[in-house]
């Protein structure tokens, strides 16, 4: 594996219904980011987590959205109570530690689409 | 506040010309890292290029190159002798700490 992994690649859901998705990072990579793209946007930032400690979040970041990143290794993503305005390709990217190669790596990511 | 603009929304060059892309950003942060990455019909996110805030050294990388002036805060990218194959979506993006700030993208079509 020499990529960012997510998973699922699709998901269609109802409105109302809950979804979870999961990114498996580069393994040496410490930091794990998540992003939403709407079409014709850029990615928009989420949240940021080193290691398991969600450092940083986004005022996008509804009450309704959490993740989580257990042992510093993969992080899921959850949208509780889907609405349509959901609809997005949800990103996740991994960094190594801060040092000479500070980049994002990302994902194919999850595409969602609400009903 | 953190913003990157990206004023040009699509360009279409024919095969072999030069193209520029314009990012202008803002911040102000003085310590910054500035990105340009590649979206491929694809769809996956491909790093290009990163600079960080005290180094306005311009960078060439075979056909790419990129200019980046502080005292214009922008960070331009430039194709020369463009292929087919540079059709994509090009963004640019601002780090500040731990976040990072996308422009909207420029859609290069390189017509054959």
């Known amino acids: 594996d020499t990529g960012v992994s997510q998973n699922p690649r699709h998901k269609i859901t109802k409105r109302g219904q809950n979804v979870t998705f999961r990114c498996d990072p580069i393994?040496?990579?410490?930091?794990l980011y998540w992003y939403r793209q709407t079409l014709g946007q850029g990615p928009e930032f989420l949240t940021y987590?080193?290691?398991?400690?969600?450092?940083?979040k986004s005022r996008l970041l509804s009450d309704r959205f959490s993740a989580e990143r257990p042992k510093g290794s993969f992080s899921t993503l959850e949208i509780q109570r889907t609405e349509q305005g959901d609809s997005a390709m949800y990103l996740c990217a991994s960094s190594p530690p801060r040092g000479s190669q500070e980049t994002q790596y990302f994902g194919p990511g999850t595409r969602l689409l609400v009903l | 506040a953190q913003k990157v603009t990206q004023a040009q929304t699509e360009i279409s060059v024919v095969e072999k010309e030069d193209v520029t892309l314009d990012c202008v950003y803002e911040?102000?942060?003085?310590?910054?890292?500035l990105f340009w990455y590649k979206q491929p019909p694809s769809g996956e996110l491909v790093f290009l290029i990163r600079?960080?805030?005290?180094?306005?050294q311009n960078e060439i990388s075979g056909r790419y190159s990129w200019n980046f002036q502080k005292s214009t805060s922008s960070f331009n990218f430039t194709i020369t002798a463009s292929q087919v194959v540079d059709s994509a979506v090009y963004f640019c993006a601002l780090r500040v700490g731990n976040q990072f700030y996308f422009g909207t993208g420029t859609s290069l079509t390189v017509i054959p």
């Open positions: 987590f080193q290691n398991e400690a969600q450092l940083e």
């Open positions: 600079r960080n805030s005290f180094d306005e």
């Open positions: 393994s040496e990579h410490n930091r």
């Open positions: 911040t102000r942060d003085t310590t910054y890292y």
